[in-house]
């Protein structure tokens, strides 16, 4: 029988010839079987450590189960601009020493500008990015789809890219970026293992790709 994520990979991306298929969930997504997530062909996933200064309460379990269903595990934060930079920053940290080692950089998730200018945002966000390379040794990424990464004024290509952009073939990149590492394409995703919609994801390369990606960066 075709796994239920198998099913949703039948359109070929001509953009990236060679990916793998990866979910990304928080506690919006409630308890998860992630022995029966990995049988359905899931390679990596990012599990939401907090929304800001507000924990994840999934996140241990779901990183935990990761790493017991053979899943390459990653973490993300939805970034605040409105709250402190090094604060969130040390909260991820700190849940991902408590948690256990990741396969992927960390994630700064920039979804909004929170009410804030692009100035404080760029400014919070370079001090989030330098602060999590310095105390992990690993470059973090950055998460963004072509419309909301304008609040970044093109000054992020720096930054390894995970895109968010639906229903097309190939993603649209934010200005600054010349080619994307993760793309999620769909936020309407169904797996077995995950009860309702889950977002659905493709990472450009190998597993040798994949496990490159987490070196250290200094």
């Not at 359905?40 to 996140?59: K, T, W």
């Not at 690993?138 to 229903?167: K, M, Q």
């Not at 934010?174 to 995703?189: A, L, M, V």
């Not at 990472?203 to 990606?213: N, P, V």
Request: one cysteine or more; glycine letters at 6%; aromatic letters at 10%.
């Amino acid at each position: 029988m075709t796994p239920l994520f198998a099913l949703a990979l039948l359109p070929a991306l001509t953009c990236a010839p060679e990916r793998l298929p990866g979910i990304d969930v928080s506690a919006y997504q409630g308890a998860i079987d992630w022995r029966r997530v990995h049988a359905a062909g899931v390679v990596f996933a990012f599990a939401r450590v907090s929304d800001g200064l507000d924990a994840d309460s999934r996140f241990a379990a779901n990183f935990a189960a990761m790493r017991r269903a053979h899943i390459k595990r990653g973490a993300y934060q939805y970034f605040r601009a409105s709250e402190d930079a090094d604060a969130q920053a040390d909260l991820a940290i700190r849940a991902l020493r408590h948690a256990g080692t990741a396969d992927i950089p960390l994630v700064a998730d920039v979804e909004t500008d929170d009410g804030e200018t692009r100035e404080v945002l760029h400014a919070k966000l370079r001090r989030w990015l330098a602060r999590v390379e310095k105390r992990t040794h690993r470059r973090p990424l950055i998460y963004t789809s072509p419309s909301l990464g304008a609040i970044l004024d093109g000054n992020f290509g720096d930054w390894p890219l995970w895109v968010a952009h639906y229903d097309v073939d190939c993603p649209a990149l934010p200005d600054g970026w010349t080619s994307w590492t993760f793309w999620q394409h769909s936020q309407t995703g169904r797996i077995d293992g995950i009860t309702g919609d889950v977002d659905l994801d493709h990472f450009a390369g190998t597993k040798k790709d994949l496990r490159r990606l987490n070196r250290r960066s200094r």
